[in-house]
């Protein structure tokens, strides 16, 4: 099935996703070895691992930014490696968010400019594009910092209009990596609590790549990604479980 754009009810369905990167030395190394992943609408799901296990890689083939080696990723009824690139370009421009580290705004440009951005690029009425992106800046706390360029605001303070930026297409996939990697815990908090609130109140899906774990005990779940495959986090499970036995105690 070709892509259109269509409100996603079957979720993201990964499966045996292999992906092989060869060094410079010509040495083959292989980061993800048969990964398999599903995220249900209205879920949010954080990825740990250490460094260089393949998270980022991991998001770039969700997003359609690499291709795989072997597997399938499929959102909703939309197998993505069977798009062409402007099916691709199309994909991420409608329904798929990303958010980085880094913010990657338009100095030149304020901050509600930067949200309004990608509903000009869609060719939205200005002054609507600018009241949406307003109403996503309240959404992350800087509705009083809405006119001021980016340049003069805090880093904290950046990734909240990179955020406000990337969830005012209204996507159904988020897909964010390493979103609070240098921020204080305050902000990293409140960046964690809009998007697994984005995602439950317009059941949407998040795909969040972190070393936080006070992000990622905000998800609904936590998979590690060691040797090139998910597994389910050691702190969930003791988490089930002691709800299994909460409940067996219950009259």
């Not at 809405?146 to 003069?152: G, L, S, Y």
């Not at 899906?205 to 597994?231: F, K, S």
Request: net charge negative.
């Amino acid at each position: 099935m070709t892509w259109s754009s269509q409100k996603i009810t079957e979720g993201l369905h990964v499966f045996d996703l292999r992906k092989t990167f060869v060094s410079p030395a010509g040495q083959r190394i292989e980061v993800l070895r048969g990964l398999s992943l599903s995220v249900q609408p209205g879920e949010s799901v954080a990825i740990m691992g250490a460094s260089g296990s393949g998270k980022s890689t991991l998001l770039h083939l969700l997003g359609g930014l690499d291709e795989t080696d072997h597997g399938s990723i499929r959102i909703g009824q939309c197998e993505i490696g069977s798009l062409s690139a402007t099916q691709s370009a199309y994909l991420r421009q409608s329904d798929i968010a990303f958010v980085f580290q880094f913010h990657y705004l338009l100095g030149d440009l304020t901050a509600v400019e930067n949200v309004a951005m990608p509903l000009l690029i869609r060719r939205l009425n200005r002054r609507e594009a600018l009241d949406r992106a307003e109403v996503l800046l309240a959404d992350v706390g800087l509705e009083d910092r809405a006119n001021h360029p980016v340049t003069h605001l805090s880093g904290g303070e950046q990734q909240r209009v990179a955020v406000a930026r990337a969830l005012v297409t209204e996507p159904q996939l988020i897909l964010a990596d390493e979103p609070t990697g240098n921020l204080d815990a305050a902000i990293s908090d409140d960046i964690a609590r809009t998007l697994v609130n984005y995602t439950r109140r317009h059941s949407g899906m998040a795909v969040v790549a972190t070393h936080n774990r006070d992000l990622a005990h905000r998800c609904d779940r936590i998979l590690n990604l060691q040797e090139g495959r998910l597994h389910e986090s050691i702190h969930e499970l003791e988490q089930r479980s002691a709800h299994t036995r909460h409940l067996g105690k219950r009259p």
